[in-house]
């Protein structure tokens, strides 16, 4: 599962795969996920999933497998094109260092919806309807750039929405669900706390305002200037008490958030394809998941309008 997945130019179920650098002086790279379009599609503008992996900020890549089978079969659903953000890795790049190269991808969107780069993907791309996305420590990237976003001049790219899969949102103190959820093979506590001790600025806590933007350190939520969201989370994930921690703390400021809970699956689960194939509670729950990523995105592009 977690073998790179080379970028192929021919449809495979639908879906091509191309490799792009997104800036020549930043070296960023990003994996595109460029759905088949249809004669009757020609002049149809597709939506943008800016999406970011998880990881804990110490491992993974935009390739992998575990990626390519769950983002093809997204690209696919919603029929929109998804940018997978390559990313600079922890202990070499700490934080903030990942939310810096989120923000390098957004400026490469603007650049391409601004026309100051030659690039294909304008040409089918809706860039007023740019979604971000994240899984694991990659929601906590999604957060943070949504809100850098409410105070920057994007234009004419618009960020429609966030969706936030299981996002890595930790407190210094384990919470409930630490203590009591049974560890997967997607998270364990050994693993939150080698990664973050390895990602996060040196003489940090886990209450940093990254890993915990409901917490004391972080800005309040009420003056954050953000799009709708969408919160995924898994009953049985490690971190569900504080993900459902954040998305009170959303509701309390008057966030628009909805919830998406998937019962009996922990952490990450619709990555482990191996799992989504052989398992029928898993499969059914991954494809739950999709099903309420595309309604999300549905709604909150005829609420746009």
Not at 187 to 200: C, N
Not at 227 to 234: I, R, T
Request: hydrophobic share 40%.
């Amino acid at each position: 599962m977690v073998e790179p997945v080379a970028p192929h130019d021919e449809f495979v179920d639908g879906v091509s795969t191309k490799d792009v650098v997104a800036g020549k002086s930043s070296g960023l790279r990003v994996r595109l996920y460029l759905p088949k379009r249809k004669p009757e599609d020609d002049d149809t503008k597709l939506p943008i999933i800016l999406h970011f992996h998880g990881g804990g900020f110490c491992m993974s890549q935009a390739d992998w497998y575990i990626h390519y089978h769950i983002y093809t079969k997204l690209s696919r659903s919603t029929n929109a094109i998804v940018a997978s953000v390559y990313q600079g890795l922890a202990p070499e790049h700490r934080l903030p260092a990942a939310i810096d190269y989120g923000y390098s991808a957004l400026l490469w969107l603007r650049s391409l919806a601004r026309g100051e780069q030659n690039e294909p993907l304008p040409s089918h791309a809706d860039f007023n309807r740019v979604f971000l996305i994240g899984d694991s420590t990659g929601g906590n990237i999604v957060h943070r750039l949504a809100a850098q976003a409410g105070t920057a001049d994007l234009s004419p790219l618009r960020i429609a929405g966030g969706i936030l899969i299981h996002p890595g949102f930790v407190r210094a103190e384990r919470s409930k669900s630490e203590l009591e959820q049974p560890q997967s093979p997607f998270l364990t506590l050994d693993m939150v706390d080698k990664f973050l001790g390895l990602a996060l600025p040196v003489g940090s806590t886990k209450n940093h305002p990254i890993t915990c933007p409901m917490g004391p350190e972080a800005a309040p939520l009420d003056n954050l200037k953000l799009p709708p969201f969408l919160l995924c989370v898994a009953s049985k994930d490690l971190m569900v008490d504080t993900e459902m921690e954040y998305f009170e703390a959303m509701k309390k400021a008057n966030k628009d958030v909805e919830l998406l809970i998937n019962k009996g699956v922990s952490h990450s689960f619709y990555l482990n394809k191996m799992a989504v194939d052989t398992d029928p509670d898993t499969a059914a729950e991954t494809e739950r998941l999709i099903a309420g990523i595309k309604q999300f995105i549905k709604n909150t592009t005829i609420e746009g309008l």
